[in-house]
């Protein structure tokens, strides 16, 4: 237990200088602050809006977590904002761990190997609800294996109780996907007729209450079409022809290499060992095996896609990694190989990366560049113990080469904050605002820029780059660098690819 907890706080460790140096994304992280926000001053609980729209797109789950570290010290929310991704994650790891049965060097290669795969890696530094989702289907198949490893089987309310705060959670397929674990297990093993043990009228009645108490307040709170947005349409239109992040059907299929990088190619080669060599006869292997390809084909066939959507098949797939017994073959190292050969050559290439990318050039810090030299050397070190067949060994020098390379990265978060969010413009706006109190804010083609009300405790007014004639003759604006040519500024300064500045009137 000592030596586990060691293993967390080193890793958070690693992780801390990014939780704590970095900007929010604009695209989600800033839009959960101020519907967080705007919930609170609302006292809004189940019913939640975004300036005003009705934000029907997620449970309240992850919300009402955010709006708590909100109420909390503003020193204090950014570490705790790491917190609500990256408890979830030791929590799903340790349950797996347990689900799977492994013990000693293998459990510590799979704890190293998870928290540096590159889609767990940035979703805990991400302030999204998919972490927590996976935790809860992990707990739930958790659940239903050790009632169904007892020697009778019977209701166990924990199985329904984690279906429903999967949903809770972020959605439909928090229920979906360990449902459809556990069906098609027992389908494997021939037990079809003990759903009932797992699904009695105990265990449908409490999902049933749940879900009666969530819409009831819902529709108490926000009405007929809050609710019929949160239930019909989000589900039935994330899932056939969505209105938002419309993939085709092989989105995963070419995603799946990157995201899972640098383990990719040894987690598939893995699950094709277990099967070829029929080593899938343990129930817990059955299920892992089982539990992979349902969450990556149900994925695949729901046609709302993002590459973060794909964070419940990390846990699963990295356990076949643990469990396949072909370790030291030629193949397993071949694959390790190709992986480790890019990272090799990350340090040489910096420079010329950054020639072709001059936002590259101005994130550069001696943080940076030590990181990614970090990142090479492990990466060579990783591949000389690879060739000396020593491939255990050869993937834990690489995860940990890419954690101290995570931390030393982080350190350099604040150049890169000018890309990454919209903090140091809003930072911008606010000295501009102290000598000129009565001019509006307006955004000039900027995403979600309604959300630096955040920052700046004001509205936030938008406009379209087609609308410029509509801006007002004296006011404090923001616009991409590309298109500042087309307003005459006073006071402007530049921020990342943005500019800030009054205006007096467009040319």
Same mark, same amino acid.
């Given at each position: 237990?000592?030596?586990?907890? &060691? ?7 690693? &992780? &801390? ?6 900007? *929010? ?7 959960y ?9 609302? =006292? =809004? ?9 009705? #934000? ?12 708590? +570290?909100?109420?909390?010290?503003l020193?204090?929310? @950014? ?40 889609l767990?890696?940035?979703?805990m ?10 935790m809860?289907i992990?707990?739930?198949? %958790?659940?239903?294996?050790?009632? *169904? ?23 439909? +397929?928090?229920f ?5 674990v ?6 494997v ?7 009932? @043990? ?19 307040? !819902?529709?108490?709170? /926000? ?21 938002? @992040? ?9 995603? #799946? ?24 006869? /343990? ?19 729901? %046609?709302?896609?993002? %590459?973060?959507y ?21 193949? !397993? ?46 990466a060579a ?9 020593? !491939? ?29 969010? #919209? ?12 000598? @000129?109190?009565?001019?509006?804010v ?11 009300? !955040? ?22 604006? +923001?616009?991409k660098?590309?298109?500042? +040519? ?14 800030? /500045? ?6």
């Amino acid at each position: 237990m000592k030596k586990t907890a &060691l293993f967390y706080l080193v890793v958070l460790l690693c &992780l &801390l200088p990014a939780i704590l140096l970095r900007d *929010y994304t604009p695209s989600n992280e800033l839009r959960y602050l101020s519907i967080a926000d705007e919930a609170l001053r609302e =006292h =809004h609980l189940f019913a939640f809006t975004n300036h005003g729209v009705p #934000y029907a797109d997620k449970p309240p789950l992850f919300l009402w977590l955010v709006m708590l +570290v909100r109420c909390c010290p503003l020193w204090m929310q @950014h570490f705790l904002f790491g917190l609500l991704t990256f408890i979830p994650a030791v929590v799903t790891i340790e349950t797996m761990l347990r689900l799977i049965g492994l013990q000693g060097q293998r459990a510590w290669n799979y704890r190293i190997l998870t928290m540096t795969t590159v889609l767990w890696l940035v979703s805990m530094l991400t302030l999204r609800m998919d972490m927590l989702m996976t935790m809860f289907i992990v707990l739930a198949i %958790s659940q239903f294996y050790r009632t *169904y490893s007892s020697s009778r089987p019977r209701e166990n309310l924990l199985l329904p109780l984690w279906l429903f705060l999967g949903v809770f959670t972020k959605g439909a +397929v928090g229920f979906i996907v360990p449902f459809s674990v556990i069906v098609i297990f027992l389908f494997v093993k021939g037990r079809e007729g003990d759903l009932p @043990h797992y699904f009695g009228w105990k265990s449908l009645g409490l999902l049933l209450l749940l879900f009666a108490i969530w819409f009831g307040a !819902v529709y108490i709170e /926000g009405g007929n079409s809050y609710l019929y947005d949160l239930t019909v349409h989000q589900t039935l239109g994330r899932a056939f022809h969505s209105f938002h @992040h419309r993939q085709p059907v092989y989105f995963y299929l070419y995603m #799946y290499w990157p995201l899972l990088f640098p383990w990719s190619l040894w987690a598939a080669l893995s699950a094709w060992n277990l099967f070829r060599r029929q080593h899938y006869n /343990g129930n817990s292997v059955r299920l892992a095996i089982i539990a992979s390809a349902v969450v990556f084909v149900s994925l695949s066939l729901i %046609s709302s896609k993002l %590459s973060i959507y794909l964070l419940p098949l990390v846990p699963f797939a990295l356990s076949l990694i643990a469990l396949c017994p072909t370790v030291e073959s030629r193949c !397993v190292r071949w694959a390790l190989g190709l992986s480790y050969l890019p990272l090799v050559f990350m340090a040489p290439a910096l420079p010329v990366v950054g020639s072709f990318w001059p936002e590259l050039t101005s994130v550069m810090s001696p943080f940076f560049i030590a990181g990614v030299c970090l990142l090479s050397l492990s990466a060579a070190a990783a591949l000389v113990l690879l060739a000396r067949k020593a !491939v255990e060994k050869s993937s834990v020098v690489l995860a940990s080469g890419i954690l101290l390379t995570t931390a030393l990265l982080g350190f350099s978060m604040p150049k890169a904050n000018a890309y990454l969010g #919209y903090g140091e413009v809003a930072h911008e706006v606010s000295l501009l605002r102290a000598s @000129h109190p009565h001019h509006p804010v307006v955004a000039v083609g900027m995403k979600r820029a309604a959300n630096m009300d !955040v920052y700046l405790k004001e509205n936030v007014r938008l406009l379209s780059d087609s609308c410029l004639n509509e801006l007002p003759d004296s006011a404090i604006v +923001v616009m991409k660098q590309s298109d500042a +040519v087309r307003i005459r500024w006073q006071a402007a300064r530049r921020v990342g690819e943005y500019v800030v /500045g009054t205006t007096t009137k467009i040319r």
